[in-house]
């Protein structure tokens, strides 16, 4: 299960409440962040919603998480916007329905558009399986590309399966070999095993050819 992501970037005040949180002196961060939290500082309300949804020095309390998830959310913190999102597809602090399935496309579509890998490769996934909304594989295709444009194995290796499967593209070894290709150098396991697999169905030129655009990490086009 992907976890949420912890901010970064905190300004110099809230250097205390970060120094207590990763010493694990929750108590003391806690005291720390929630002032700068309620006067809208959107890295002590993330913080604040991972204290909260993990139970650390607080117990466990999803609506409170999401409460200030939503409040950094709402102010543009991609952090926040896909740890929301996160929620709102796990069905944690909320009703697992159809509407909250289109609230995790939203929120995962404004981290992403801010260019967070994660929530890239989570809204590729939304748009292919058909979650919160009409199965589209070329919108999840394109969401694939940015995050793996940036080396995020997951969604290197979705590309991949969708140009070895011909799913929302057509079929395409040389560039299912690449993309394989690319996320097995980050270790993924399964790309390497599917790297060798798609390789038994390609000629030696072929394959020589997607090695070369392994080589490539902005490529035209694909």
């Not at 009703?95 to 981290?111: G, V």
Request: no cysteine; aromatic share 10%.
């Amino acid at each position: 299960m992907m976890a949420l992501l912890i901010p970064s970037g905190a300004q110099a005040e809230l250097r205390t409440a970060r120094e207590a949180y990763a010493k694990g002196d929750y108590a003391a961060a806690l005291r720390e962040f929630q002032p700068y939290a309620e006067q809208g500082d959107v890295t002590a309300q993330t913080y604040l919603g991972l204290m909260y949804y993990r139970g650390l020095g607080v117990p466990i309390d999803y609506g409170k998480a999401r409460e200030w998830f939503l409040r950094a959310a709402k102010q543009g913190k991609a952090t926040a916007q896909f740890n929301l999102g996160l929620m709102y597809q796990q069905g944690q602090g909320v009703h697992r329905d159809e509407f909250f399935s289109r609230a995790a496309r939203r929120w995962y579509l404004e981290a992403a558009k801010q260019g967070d890998t994660r929530a890239q490769l989570n809204l590729g996934v939304l748009f292919e399986k058909g979650i919160g909304g009409n199965p589209d594989p070329a919108e999840a295709r394109e969401w694939y590309l940015r995050a793996a444009q940036q080396e995020n194995a997951g969604a290197q290796f979705n590309l991949g399966r969708m140009y070895h499967g011909g799913i929302g593209v057509p079929q395409n070894h040389i560039q299912a070999h690449r993309w394989y290709s690319r996320a097995a150098a980050q270790g993924h396991e399964a790309a390497s095993h599917m790297r060798d697999s798609v390789a038994r169905e390609m000629t030696a030129r072929q394959i020589a050819e997607a090695q070369k655009l392994v080589q490539q990490r902005k490529p035209k086009g694909h």
